[in-house]
């Protein structure tokens, strides 16, 4: 597997955790003992959405090196 999928399928499985996390912030009830689970699930959306934006980035730079993506397009192929 190529550096790029590599890159794309482990951000795949990171924004599925921010999925997950942001349904669990939605169904929760409005108590105050949901206060401290409400605040370690924001901390945890924060450092998944900090991963993401590495992710994004390190990707991006990938993309944006031409000669790579045609030498992994065509060894693809």
Do not use: H
């Not at 399928?9 to 108590?31: F, P």
């Not at 401290?36 to 090196?65: A, C, R």
């Amino acid at each position: 597997m190529d550096r790029l999928s590599k890159l794309v399928e482990k951000r795949g499985y990171v924004r599925s955790a921010v999925t997950k996390l942001v349904k669990r912030v939605q169904n929760m009830e409005e108590a105050t003992e949901n206060l401290n689970s409400l605040s370690e699930l924001l901390e945890l959306l924060d450092t998944k959405e900090y991963i993401l934006k590495n992710l994004d980035l390190k990707v991006e730079e990938l993309v944006n090196e031409p000669d790579e993506c045609k030498s992994e397009l065509k060894a693809s192929e």
